[in-house]
């Protein structure tokens, strides 16, 4: 599959690798057009094949292009934002693995940052959690009324009495979340991108507000006035 992230400009100084369309457009209905963000471009590690492998290995494949990149050389800094998923620890491996792989420096923890060529830094979301997705950070930073998280909640309680057991939790989040923008009336076909524009979630929650938070440590990790 061609990669749809397009080349990196001279001017973006930080990028910041994010898993999946879904980062990225949620990212992006934030720093887009706000000064404090300028220099900063979002990259979406999904986009490129093959897909990642083992969660304890490094992501395989998957920043070639970006390293190959002819702007990859103006960055002066790099973050990835993934995923706890399952295991924390293995998705801080994987990401580990992935810089030490391409030769680059290698945090020791999330939100620090590793100087190199470029620094480097990572994010595991949520962020106070040992498992979990972007959508439980999402809930927990829900702007709606609280009936609206109330209402999801039965909505997936009814799917799992009468459909069959949903055991995992990061599914149990993806459902709970879309059930709530399918109760907008007259938004209901909107994706995560276009509820965080709508101002569903509240991004000065701490849930959320740490990817903000990440994103400038790496700016000014990288000089950015």
Not at 120 to 134: A, E, K, N, V, Y
Not at 189 to 194: E, I
């Given at each position: 599959m061609a990669s749809k992230n397009r080349p990196i400009g001279d001017d973006e100084h930080v990028v910041i690798a994010v898993e999946g369309r879904d980062y990225l457009f949620t990212l992006l209905s934030q720093v887009r057009d706000r000064s404090e963000f300028s220099g900063v471009r979002l990259w979406d590690f999904k986009d490129e094949a093959p897909p990642f492998g083992n969660a304890g290995g490094p992501l395989a494949?998957?920043?070639?292009?970006?390293?190959?990149?002819?702007?990859f050389e103006h960055i002066r800094a790099l973050g990835i934002i993934r995923d706890a998923e399952e295991n924390r620890e293995a998705q801080e491996d994987s990401v580990k693995g992935t810089f030490a792989r391409y030769s680059l420096a290698v945090p020791t923890r999330q939100m620090a940052v590793a100087d190199g060529a470029p620094n480097t830094g990572f994010l595991?979301?949520?962020?106070?959690?040992q498992s979990g997705c972007l959508e439980h950070a999402l809930l927990a930073a829900c702007a709606l009324d609280p009936k609206r998280l109330e209402c999801a909640s039965a909505y997936f309680e009814c799917i799992a009495n009468n459909c069959g057991a949903i055991t995992n939790p990061n599914h149990q989040a993806k459902i709970k979340i879309h059930a709530i923008i399918a109760g907008d009336a007259g938004k209901s076909a909107r994706t995560l991108g276009d509820s965080a524009s709508a101002?569903?979630?509240?991004?000065?929650?701490?849930?959320?507000?740490?990817?903000?938070?990440?994103i400038r440590i790496m700016r000014r990790s990288a000089g950015i006035q």
């Amino acid at each position: 599959m061609a990669s749809k992230n397009r080349p990196i400009g001279d001017d973006e100084h930080v990028v910041i690798a994010v898993e999946g369309r879904d980062y990225l457009f949620t990212l992006l209905s934030q720093v887009r057009d706000r000064s404090e963000f300028s220099g900063v471009r979002l990259w979406d590690f999904k986009d490129e094949a093959p897909p990642f492998g083992n969660a304890g290995g490094p992501l395989a494949g998957n920043f070639d292009l970006l390293m190959q990149d002819a702007g990859f050389e103006h960055i002066r800094a790099l973050g990835i934002i993934r995923d706890a998923e399952e295991n924390r620890e293995a998705q801080e491996d994987s990401v580990k693995g992935t810089f030490a792989r391409y030769s680059l420096a290698v945090p020791t923890r999330q939100m620090a940052v590793a100087d190199g060529a470029p620094n480097t830094g990572f994010l595991i979301m949520p962020h106070d959690r040992q498992s979990g997705c972007l959508e439980h950070a999402l809930l927990a930073a829900c702007a709606l009324d609280p009936k609206r998280l109330e209402c999801a909640s039965a909505y997936f309680e009814c799917i799992a009495n009468n459909c069959g057991a949903i055991t995992n939790p990061n599914h149990q989040a993806k459902i709970k979340i879309h059930a709530i923008i399918a109760g907008d009336a007259g938004k209901s076909a909107r994706t995560l991108g276009d509820s965080a524009s709508a101002g569903m979630w509240d991004f000065n929650a701490p849930s959320l507000k740490v990817m903000l938070d990440f994103i400038r440590i790496m700016r000014r990790s990288a000089g950015i006035q």
